[in-house]
């Protein structure tokens, strides 16, 4: 699933959707596992993956729907998850460009609507009343957030930090605040709302790193890091190289993950 934004924040990922598609980790298998498992999802029923991405929540899930729709705000993103659908022989899935301010957009009703990484970039008390009138009675929304590389928990992603900052000036880091930040949590949110009945699941694993892809990841954000470094690209993966051989001359690189999982529903 991707940060998708709303209409406040249609071109936050523009020219970053190349990157996403093969950068951007996976959710992990037990993750998927046991969302199928407790919401008995048994191949009935219709998806909505609202901030779709490159179809990383929706290509794994339409698997277990009659169909899905995957929607994102940014056009390149929607070919980079037709793309996955494709290799992985997943036929059920209509994409469509929009952002979580078009609601309802005409889409029907769904059995499941999921949110990945992208719920905090949104007008949440806005799409909760959007998706009361599109979620069938006994429907549920999942919200998924993990950890973010680009916030740092170990030596190596606090020294990527480092090398970042020495290369842009704090005013073009605008884009790593959410509007969500800093305010409500995502489970208050959901108390006021039409889906307040909400189960908690944290899966935590470990990830590992290459260097390239911990770079790949870096132009994937929505600081549009691989057009404001410019002809400085060059020199600026070269000391990423360096600093994170210098800590770990192998080249591999391990990143403690939290995903959060929120299931929401009716009373």
């Given at each position: 699933m991707t940060e998708?934004?709303?209409?406040?924040?249609?071109?936050?990922?523009a020219g970053t959707a190349w990157h996403y598609a093969r950068y951007r980790p996976?959710?992990?298998?037990?993750?998927?596992?046991?969302?199928?498992?407790?919401?008995r999802l048994d191949?009935?029923?219709?998806?909505?993956?609202?901030?779709?991405?490159?179809?990383?929540?929706?290509?794994?899930?339409?698997?277990?729907?009659?169909?899905?729709?995957?929607?994102?705000?940014?056009?390149?993103?929607?070919v980079e998850a037709a793309r996955r659908a494709e290799a992985a022989g997943v036929a059920n899935v209509?994409?469509?460009?929009?952002?979580?301010?078009?609601l309802p957009a005409g889409l029907g009703?769904?059995?499941?609507?999921?949110?990945?990484?992208?719920?905090?970039?949104?007008?949440?008390?806005?799409?909760?009343?959007?998706?009361?009138?599109?979620?069938?009675?006994?429907?549920?929304?999942?919200?998924?957030?993990?950890?973010?590389?680009v916030r740092p928990a170990t030596t190596w992603q606090r020294a990527i930090e480092e090398v970042q900052c020495r290369f842009l000036p704090p005013e073009?880091?605008?884009?790593?605040t959410t509007p969500a930040e800093g305010q409500?949590?995502?489970?208050?949110?959901?108390?006021?709302?039409s889906f307040p009945r909400v189960h908690r699941v944290v899966h935590e694993f470990q990830r590992s790193w290459t260097i390239e892809q911990a770079i790949g990841y870096l132009y994937s954000t929505s600081l549009p890091l691989y057009r404001l470094l410019g002809d400085r690209r060059t020199a600026f993966e070269q000391l990423v190289?360096?600093?994170?051989?210098?800590?770990?001359?192998?080249?591999?690189?391990?990143?403690?993950?939290?995903?959060?999982?929120l299931t929401a529903t009716r009373r």
């Open positions: 998708a934004a709303d209409g406040i924040t249609d071109d936050l990922f996976d959710y992990p298998r037990r993750f998927f596992d046991e969302l199928v498992r407790r919401l191949g009935a029923g219709r998806l909505l993956d609202l901030g779709c991405g490159t179809g990383q929540l929706t290509v794994p899930l339409a698997r277990h729907m009659a169909d899905a729709v995957g929607m994102d705000p940014e056009p390149t993103m929607l209509a994409w469509t460009q929009g952002g979580s301010a078009d009703r769904f059995r499941l609507v999921t949110m990945g990484r992208s719920f905090h970039w949104m007008d949440r008390a806005e799409v909760l009343a959007a998706l009361s009138g599109m979620i069938e009675e006994n429907g549920a929304i999942v919200l998924a957030n993990d950890s973010c590389l073009q880091w605008s884009g790593r409500e949590s995502h489970e208050d949110i959901l108390a006021r709302s190289t360096d600093t994170l051989l210098a800590i770990d001359p192998g080249g591999c690189f391990i990143e403690p993950v939290t995903l959060e999982v």
